[in-house]
């Protein structure tokens, strides 16, 4: 029962291998049920992390979303057409699926791609510094820019392609691109768009931001009746046309240091909107990645993975209640 937990800019995950947790591998979700997820990922309680990346799992439960536990919220961004260097091998690509801190299903994310792709590649599960991962929320090309011993790991993600359109997000309405709308929640009015980039996001730029905003209006953002499936949201400052600077409160985990898909999705509407160039670097409390938004809108993000720890999970956890 061995975890293994990694930080991309304070955004941490613990890698659970299923074939090192047999009992929920083969239950009917596949997967650690949700109340187990919920307290390993307690701060206090538990191990203590932003969620669970469990894989390798085979290819068709890795791209399904259909899971069993909580239900994957589903977004429909178009596969990466980059090349990634991992047609060649016959094998099926690794598959990944990811949890949030609160037992639900997350369809992608950047920083937890990013992170599985390390452990991928540090295991020798992997051939190679370019390879494909699946997720609910599609393919992600990986290349390893950099690894060294005792140091963090550079790494780039093929994030796939954005789409602004309401029904693959989805945002409540006809079908309409999802830019520069307007929002009420909690007693003020906001200016958002929408993108899906395999996950939903609402993005919302303003003058200024802080950590107060995302806190006081993002669980009431999440909520809000335009997102049927919830969404995660983020407060977006332009600092000049090459960077931005983002507040980030996550559907299923709260506020959040750094996120991947935050940053794709963030970087994708300033872009759209006119607001920067393709190139920018998306500065979060937890540090900064590199976004790139290419002319038919595919992504690529590029950062820093750290390994923190590795360990077992005690039986005592494993048995204690959800609440503790």
Known sequence: MRFYKYHALGNDYLVLDPSDYREWSRSAG????????????HRHY?????????GPVPQATGTTSTAPTSGVRNGTAAPDRASGGAAHHSAP?????????????????????????????????????????HTAGGPAQVEVLERSAGRPWRMRIGMG????????????????????????AGGRHFSFSAASVGNPHCVIPLPEISEELAR?????????PLFPQRINVQFMQVIDRANIRIEIWERGAGYTLASGTSSSAAAAVAHRLGLVDA????HMPGGTLEAEVSPDWQLTLSGTV????????????????ANA
Do not use: M
């Open 306 to 321: 750290t390994k923190v720890a590795e360990g077992t999970i005690a039986p005592d956890l494993r048995a204690a209640p």
């Open 30 to 41: 596949g997967a650690p049920p949700a109340e187990q997820i919920r307290l390993i990922c």
């Open 279 to 282: 190139q920018v670097t998306v």
């Open 216 to 224: 006081q209006y993002g669980p009431v953002i999440e909520t809000h």
């Open 93 to 133: 690509p690794p598959a990944l699926r990811i949890f949030n801190p609160d037992g639900s299903e997350a369809e992608k994310s950047g920083n937890g791609l990013r992170i599985f792709a390390r452990y991928l590649a540090e295991h020798g599960l992997v051939q190679g510094d370019r390879f494909s991962i």
């Open 161 to 184: 392609r954005v789409t602004f359109d309401s029904p693959q997000i989805p945002v409540a309405g006809p079908s309409r691109e999802v830019l520069g709308e307007a929002i009420a």
């Open 46 to 54: 538990g191990v203590g992390s932003d969620g669970i990346l469990w």
